[in-house]
């Protein structure tokens, strides 16, 4: 789990790590000239942790759907299996989709005690950790993901009762696969029901880790180059 593969043509943790602490630096040194350069960028992103933070309502709601489902399904002595395990994969969709879009809205817990001895203190405690912030999630993230592939390459599935359709997991394979494998993933494809891969309810851990790694780095770019926060302020004190 410490090997850091080439990618295209340089280690992978000069991609996580490097590059963004130079896009960092080099907004702390040009200031209004790089927001100007980024504002694009960041308006993009503010709209993706938008839809993540919509994506993660889905969930919550698919969470009191199944919960009727439970109730409706004992009322009428029927069974509904997997519903446990179906809740359990919506409540952590539901976690790791919001990481990203609340940590923009302020909503995480952040101890703000020495931030508020005066601006030029706040501005270098504030950066410093969210650059910490910043390293930690990357290396969340890539664990994560590599949390995913082995459970893949295992063959990993679920102990409970829970199913899902073949193609449901062909149309998720798709994007770890060339586009010339498609035609032959799909001819494979059956109309049966199998256990649950493990790969799959980990899918919104790897996405959602991604998201927050990418929000912290980019908030820390917004900082260093407008000089102030741009994480909003918590409703309450």
């Known amino acids: 789990m410490r090997d850091w593969q080439p990618f295209l043509g340089l280690p992978l943790w000069v991609w996580l790590f490097v590059f963004p602490t130079l896009l960092a630096l080099f ?27 919509v994506l993660a309502a889905f969930f919550m709601v698919m969470i009191l759907l199944l919960i009727i489902g439970q109730m409706v ?10 519903s446990t395990e179906y809740a359990g994969y919506a409540m ?3 976690s790791f989709f919001a990481l990203a879009y609340t940590l923009t809205q302020g909503a995480h817990i952040r101890v ?5 001895l005066n601006h030029h203190t706040k501005f270098w405690l504030d950066g410093v950790a969210m650059f910490i912030a910043a390293l930690t999630a990357t290396y969340f993230a890539r ?30 394979s798709m994007f770890a696969n ?18 649950t891969p493990v790969w799959l ?18 908030y820390l770019t917004r900082l260093l180059a407008l000089r102030k926060s741009q994480i909003h302020e918590e409703i309450l004190e």
């Open 143 to 172: 664990y994560a993901i590599k949390t995913n592939i082995m459970s893949e390459m295992l063959n990993d599935r679920t102990q409970g009762q829970d199913f899902v359709p073949e193609w449901l997991l062909t149309f998720f």
């Open 92 to 94: 952590a969709a539901t």
């Open 201 to 218: 309810p980990q899918l919104p851990m790897s996405i959602g880790t991604i998201l927050l790694a990418i929000a912290i780095w980019d």
């Open 73 to 82: 399904a004992r009322w009428s002595n029927m069974t509904f299996p997997g």
């Open 27 to 53: 907004c702390f040194w040009q200031g209004p000239k790089a927001a100007a350069l980024l504002s694009p960028v960041w308006r993009f992103l503010d709209r993706v942790y938008k839809a993540a933070g």
């Open 178 to 195: 060339s586009p010339t494998k498609w035609g032959a993933m799909w001819e494979n494809t059956g109309s049966d029901w199998v256990y």
């Open 112 to 116: 703000s005690v020495l931030l508020n």
